[in-house]
């Protein structure tokens, strides 16, 4: 029987994307060829700010119909503070692309690995192994997922929608109490917090109303609640009491950054964009000018997001190769962090990316499989 391949629509993107793309390739090359019994077929497309100062579009022409047929979409970074429209917003084609393939679940893994560093000085800071959950189509990024959505009134005002629905709002919380169910088979906690501000805006109100809908379908799964100024402490005084944290748009751009900062930097802060019918997987992180030319970027975020999607490729197609190459990536990882033989440089290592790519698939190619 032949192996079965999936089409993975691939765009590098701007700055340190480039880099930690061709990282997460060679890594995810190394796993599929311990675990064999399945092929990937990249396809690359431009898109992007570099791409838009040269042509004047934001993607190449075909590129959205491309991923709309493709299995899973790979992104490394898009965007340059340089790069501009007349409005003053930054060129970002994968807000546009979250708003037409509805990828409403926006699953941010946050994990301690050993010798990585840790800004905590507590010792249960080790144990921090929590998702946060960002809700990706609509609440306050409404209005930026699509150009000159904002309702402007005047030179002097402009106002941002922050838009909540029932329809997408459930899909969310079903989302998050199967993946804390998922967790849970894995030795998590089961459970899931709503984090919003239903005490004072209607929207928020909502979202916790449907959030308690939606509870009693998974009766195994704990149910708590965070206000998210509350969360925001909450993460620096005891984040590994948090399993998987449920939250609007806005909410999750801002703490999934500060959770990340928990365990390390934007260099592990891995992403995976998901709904109905397609999914997305970048780094959460951008495309760092500060850094970018100097082999400098840490790759594991793209990395990690690159196991997320053979991951969720192998729970769609119910293909355990798939699930295993993922699980010996995230293996890898942890060995090497627990080795000392993964040392990036964000973390004052002495690992630019190639080496610290290096180093990963040398840890893949030692594990047992
Ligand atoms: N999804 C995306 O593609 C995305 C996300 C965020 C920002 N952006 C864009 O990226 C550009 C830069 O944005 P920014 O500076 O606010 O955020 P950024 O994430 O690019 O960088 C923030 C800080 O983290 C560091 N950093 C980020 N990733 C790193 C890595 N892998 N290894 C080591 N250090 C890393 C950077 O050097 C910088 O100091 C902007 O144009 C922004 O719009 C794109």
Not at 107 to 119: E, F, G, I, L, T
Request: with cysteine.
């Amino acid at each position: 029987m032949p192996e079965p391949a999936f089409r993975i629509a691939t765009f590098k993107g701007d700055g340190i994307g480039v880099d930690v793309t061709d990282a997460t390739l060679a890594v995810i090359e190394a796993a599929r060829k311990r675990v064999g019994g399945f092929n990937l077929q990249f396809e690359f497309m431009d898109a992007g700010a570099a791409y838009f100062e040269e042509t004047g579009r934001d993607i190449a022409p075909g590129a959205e119909e491309t991923v709309a047929d493709a299995d899973a979409i790979l992104l490394g970074a898009i965007g340059l503070p340089t790069v501009r429209h007349a409005d003053g917003t930054e060129i970002a084609p994968h807000l546009r692309l979250r708003e037409q393939l509805q990828l409403y679940a926006g699953v941010r893994p946050v994990k301690a690995y050993p010798n990585a560093p840790q800004r905590l000085a507590d010792a249960r800071a080790r144990g921090i192994d929590l998702i946060v959950l960002r809700e990706s189509t609509e609440g306050l990024f409404y209005s930026a997922a699509v150009h000159r959505r904002s309702e402007v009134a005047s030179d002097e005002e402009v106002r941002d929608v922050l838009r909540i629905t029932r329809a997408t709002t459930e899909k969310l919380h079903d989302f998050a109490f199967r993946l804390a169910a998922k967790r849970k088979a894995r030795g998590g906690m089961g459970r899931v917090t709503c984090v919003d501000k239903a005490n004072v805006f209607q929207s928020m109100a909502l979202f916790r109303k449907v959030f308690d809908e939606r509870a009693r379908r998974f009766p195994d799964i704990e149910h708590t609640y965070n206000y998210v100024d509350a969360q925001a402490l909450d993460l620096i005084r005891k984040p590994w009491e948090f399993d998987v944290l449920v939250m609007e748009n806005m909410f999750g751009d801002i703490l999934s950054d500060l959770a990340g900062g928990l365990v390390g930097g934007m260099g592990m802060a891995a992403c995976a964009e998901i709904g109905d019918a397609h999914a997305l997987f970048q780094p959460a992180h951008g495309s760092a000018p500060d850094i970018m030319g100097h082999d400098q970027a840490n790759p594991l975020a793209a990395i990690l997001s690159g196991a997320l999607m053979l991951d969720y490729l192998g729970d769609r197609a119910g293909h355990q190769a798939l699930a295993d190459a993922a699980a010996l990536i995230e293996a890898a990882v942890q060995a090497g962090f627990e080795a000392n033989a993964l040392r990036p440089m964000e973390f004052g290592g002495d690992q630019g990316t190639k080496a610290a790519t290096g180093a990963l698939i040398a840890a893949i190619e030692r594990l047992c499989v």
